[in-house]
T-cell receptor, first 113, second 116 residues
Framework: EAGVAQSPRYKIIEKRQSVAFWCNPISGHATLYWYQQILGQGPKLLIQFQNNGVVDDSQLPKDRFSAERLKGVDSTLKIQPAKLEDSAVYLC???????????FGSGTRLTVV | AQTVTQSQPEMSVQEAETVTLSCTYDTSESDYYLFWYKQPPSRQMILVIRQEAYKQQNATENRFSVNFQKAAKSFSLKISDSQLGDAAMYFCAYRSNTGTASKLTFGTGTRLQVTL
């Protein structure tokens, strides 16, 4: 089966600009996760979707970050405006349901200058 | 809240030798899972091995095995017969098995170098 697809692979923006990342989960996977991985740290969950509903967004900085999964399939994560500390790899993962372990994509590396 | 600690930022092992990566965690729950993930330069997180907390027997997957000490909240990974392809970042992770929470909580990782 095809894996979790993410784009773009790399993105460089200036601070205060906006940026969006896209994730296409494995077909049929109801649960989708976005993780933020800052250099030198392990991934940290930003938001978890079950179909198109939010299960957990407790660690999402809602003043600048937003995410949606309108049709319960693809998802986008947006940052507006970006700060230097948002430089990180953004990983998407999906699973059939929230009881199962997710499969990760290769992430988007964001650099904010 | 659960925390995961990896105290070894970097480890090195010679090819064909054995290496052990350490992990400790803190939780008040009794039902949970522990995992080791490998992250090569491609950035994709790859599951290496999992352990269910209620199982006393240590998990093994080919050259990979764990030493799970529930009372001590310790979960180390042993890699036997190390290969060049094992070089990567290794992350220890925790997942609760109670309620609807299914997120992974990761440690800070250990970079493993494999030398000839």
């Amino acid at each position: 089966e095809a894996g979790v697809a993410q784009s773009p692979r790399y993105k460089i923006i200036e601070k205060r600009q906006s940026v969006a990342f896209w994730c296409n989960p494995i077909s049929g996977h109801a649960t989708l996760y976005w993780y933020q991985q800052i250099l030198g740290q392990g991934p940290k969950l930003l938001i978890q979707f079950q179909n198109n509903g939010v299960v957990d967004d407790s660690q999402l900085p809602k003043d600048r970050f937003s995410a949606e999964r309108l049709k319960g399939v693809d998802s986008t994560l947006k940052i507006q405006p970006a700060k230097l500390e948002d430089s990180a790899v953004y990983l998407c993962a999906s699973s059939l349901n929230q009881d199962l372990l997710g499969t990760f994509g290769s992430g988007t590396r964001l650099t904010v200058v | 809240a659960q925390t995961v600690t990896q105290s070894q930022p970097e480890m090195s092992v010679q090819e064909a030798e054995t290496v052990t990566l350490s992990c400790t965690y803190d939780t008040s729950e009794s039902d949970y899972y522990l995992f080791w993930y490998k992250q090569p330069p491609s950035r994709q997180m790859i599951l290496v091995i999992r352990q269910e907390a209620y199982k006393q027997q240590n998990a093994t997957e080919n050259r990979f095995s764990v030493n799970f000490q529930k009372a001590a909240k310790s979960f180390s990974l042993k890699i036997s017969d190390s290969q060049l392809g094992d070089a990567a970042m290794y992350f220890c992770a925790y997942r609760s098995n109670t309620g609807t929470a299914s997120k992974l909580t990761f440690g800070t990782g250990t970079r493993l170098q494999v030398t000839l």
